[in-house]
């Protein structure tokens, strides 16, 4: 089935989303997860090897120090944790002031590296003792829901890990040590209201499990690898495009997390997003294509890469990396 191209849908609205800044540094440090989750666009797996090494991180580290108007850095994966890097390149990112942000599944902590058997349990003592802010993964406050998209026993091991980041402070008041979760529908289907979701996740965790957490981002599925794999074994991609496309918000294209971050690949390859990482989209030469020619003149004046998955970050109240980017 033909789709509307999302540049045409962009010219109908009188769209050009152009870059605003670059405040984000988001680096994928590995596609090593010591899961297997049917919506990963990255397509991750206790059995991938791709790692970011250290001439690349030290190389980041020396684009952050350079520009102190990226203020954050993005560290995810794959579980960014089993990347043998990931903690220097936290404690150097905090030593030149960078707030620093992980995306951490919550799991690793409790099933540790599943290639050489390293425990992680030291991690929410070290996200507290560097003040890193958690972004972790819980697709619903059920076990069924969470277990069904992540696998038998996740939900499980993602609550004992929640009772540790909460026993260091992360969650509580005041204590400034953010713990954030993100939402993904399970299934082809988009995120419900974000402010209404986050009531009640914090009331069922809070009531029946005794955890407690800071915001909720809701974040839609993106049609690329495996769970486009998925929609397409099932016969529901033209489906779920077009549910996408149908769905389309210009606020929510006004405020696509593309157009103020840059995406580093574990090989120091950049795009202008984790996603267009998975497809392959990298910038241009011109741009400056890796972490090694990074030019952030260039950069904040490139043109972004867009395809027919940006229809997901665009649809009903926006999907982005911090969550929902408009009211639908």
């Known amino acids: 089935m033909a789709h509307l191209p999302f540049a045409e849908t962009l010219a109908n609205h009188k769209l050009s989303l152009s870059p605003t800044t670059v405040d984000t540094l988001q680096a994928n440090l590995t596609r090593l997860c010591n899961q297997a989750c049917h919506h990963c666009h990255v397509d991750a797996s206790p059995k991938r090897t791709e790692q970011m090494d250290r001439a690349t991180v030290d190389q980041c580290l ?3 120090a350079r520009h102190p108007t990226i203020e954050k850095l993005d560290l ?6 089993l990347n043998p890097h990931f903690e220097y390149f936290v404690v150097e990112a905090r030593r030149l002031g960078k707030h620093v942000m992980v995306r951490h599944n919550l799991t690793v902590t409790i099933d540790g590296n599943p290639q050489t058997g390293e425990s992680k349990r030291h991690l929410p003592e070290f996200f507290a ?11 619903y406050y059920q076990q069924f829901f969470t277990d069904k998209q992540r696998g ?3 939900f499980a091991k993602s609550l004992e890990a929640m009772r540790m980041l909460n026993a260091f402070g992360y969650g509580q008041p005041e204590s400034g040590l953010e713990l954030n979760l993100v939402y993904n529908p399970v299934g082809a289907f ?3 209201s974000q402010e209404s979701l986050e009531q009640q996740y914090k009331r069922e965790l809070a009531n029946k499990f005794g955890v407690t957490f800071n915001r909720l981002f ?14 397409i074994r099932l016969e529901r991609y033209d489906e779920y495009l077009a549910k996408l496309i149908s769905s389309f918000n210009p606020a929510a294209a006004a405020g696509v997390m593309c157009r103020s971050l840059i995406s580093v690949g574990y090989d120091g390859r950049l795009y202008d997003c984790d996603f267009n990482q998975m497809l392959d989209l990298s910038l241009s030469p011109t741009d400056g294509a890796t972490i090694f020619d990074f030019d952030l003149e260039k950069l904040t004046h ?4 867009f395809d027919q ?5 665009t649809a009903g109240a926006g999907s982005s990396c911090g969550g929902a980017t408009a009211t639908s």
């Open 62 to 64: 020396e684009v952050l």
């Open 76 to 81: 995810t994966g794959g579980a960014p944790e």
């Open 129 to 139: 003792q560097h003040r890193v802010e958690v972004i972790s993964s819980l697709p």
């Open 152 to 154: 038998n026993g996740v």
């Open 190 to 192: 988009l995120p419900a």
């Open 218 to 231: 809701t974040i839609t599925n993106m049609p690329i690898n495996r769970f486009k794999k998925d929609l």
């Open 302 to 305: 490139r043109q972004i890469l």
């Open 309 to 313: 998955h940006c229809y997901g970050c």
